[in-house]
T-cell receptor
Framework: GENVEQHPSTLSVQEGDSAVIKCTYS??????FPWYKQELGKGPQLIID?????GEKKDQRIAVTLNKTAKHFSLHITETQPEDSAVYFC?????????FGAGTRLTVKP | IAGITQAPTSQILAAGRRMTLRCTQD?????MYWYRQDLGLGLRLIHY???????GKGEVPDGYSVSRANTDDFPLTLASAVPSQTSVYFC????????????FGPGTRLTVT
C-alpha cells in the first residue's frame, strides 16, 4: 500500500519568514495530494490540493509543488503569521484510499 | 465544518465494553469515511462508504464495524473495546462534486481504560 513520509515533524519560524514542509509517497498511481491544517481541538481543514497532472498551484500565501518523477510534493507558506501556527498534514489519494503523513507542527514566533 | 456532526465529543470507556460513535451529515453526500488519529501516525482510514448500503475496509479496519442504512448516518462500532483503540476519531465526507476533497467533522476523543 501507499506510504507517505512527512518532514520535518516540527518547524519553528519567525513571523514573516517562509515555511516549507515536504512529503514523499511510494505509490506512483496516487493522483491527488491535499494538504490539511489542524488547529488544537479541531478536525483537519483542507487548505490546498494538487492533482497529478499539475506541477504547481498557488493560493495567496500558500503554494504546493509536485514532482511526480521523484514522488514528492511540498507545501510552501510565505510571509508567515502567528495564526499559521498549527499542525499540517499531507496526504496522497488513490481509489478511496487516502494516506496521510505523520504531520508537522509549525510554530510562527511573533 | 458545518454539516458534519459527531457524538459524543469525548468518552472514557472500560475495556471490553461496546461503543458506537455517531456521525451525521446533512449535505446528502454519498461518500463518508472514518479515520483515527494517533500522535506520530497522522490519520488512518478505518472504514468507508461510497453510498448508502455499501461499506469498505480501509487501512486499519480490525476491531471496528460500520453500517450505512441511509445517506445521512455512518456509525462506527467497537464491539469490544481495547486500550489500543484509544484515539481521536474523525468522520469525513467529500465536498459536493468531488470524490477527493474530504471535509472532517469535529472528532470524538475516545479513551479505553
Amino acid at each position: 500500500g501507499e506510504n507517505v513520509e512527512q518532514h520535518p515533524s516540527t518547524l519553528s519560524v519567525q513571523e514573516g519568514d517562509s515555511a516549507v514542509i515536504k512529503c514523499t509517497y511510494s505509490d506512483s498511481a496516487s493522483n491527488y495530494f491535499p494538504w490539511y491544517k489542524q488547529e488544537l481541538g479541531k478536525g483537519p481543514q483542507l487548505i490546498i490540493d494538487i492533482r497529478s497532472n499539475v506541477g504547481e498551484k498557488k493560493d495567496q500565501r500558500i503554494a504546493v509543488t509536485l514532482n511526480k518523477t521523484a514522488k514528492h510534493f511540498s507545501l510552501h507558506i510565505t510571509e508567515t503569521q502567528p495564526e499559521d501556527s498549527a499542525v499540517y498534514f499531507c496526504a496522497a489519494y488513490r481509489n478511496n484510499d487516502m494516506r496521510f503523513g505523520a504531520g508537522t507542527r509549525l510554530t510562527v514566533k511573533p | 465544518i458545518a454539516g458534519i456532526t459527531q457524538a459524543p465529543t469525548s468518552q472514557i470507556l472500560a475495556a471490553g465494553r461496546r461503543m458506537t460513535l455517531r456521525c451525521t451529515q446533512d449535505m446528502r453526500h454519498n461518500a463518508m469515511y472514518w479515520y483515527r488519529q494517533d500522535l506520530g501516525l497522522g490519520l488512518r482510514l478505518i472504514h468507508y462508504s461510497n453510498t448508502a448500503g455499501t461499506t469498505g475496509k480501509g487501512e486499519v479496519p480490525d476491531g471496528y464495524s460500520v453500517s450505512r442504512a441511509n445517506t445521512d448516518d455512518f456509525p462506527l462500532t467497537l464491539a469490544s473495546a481495547v486500550p489500543s483503540q484509544t484515539s481521536v476519531y474523525f468522520c469525513a465526507t467529500p465536498r459536493e462534486g468531488s470524490s477527493y476533497e474530504q471535509y472532517f467533522g469535529p472528532g470524538t476523543r475516545l479513551t479505553v481504560t
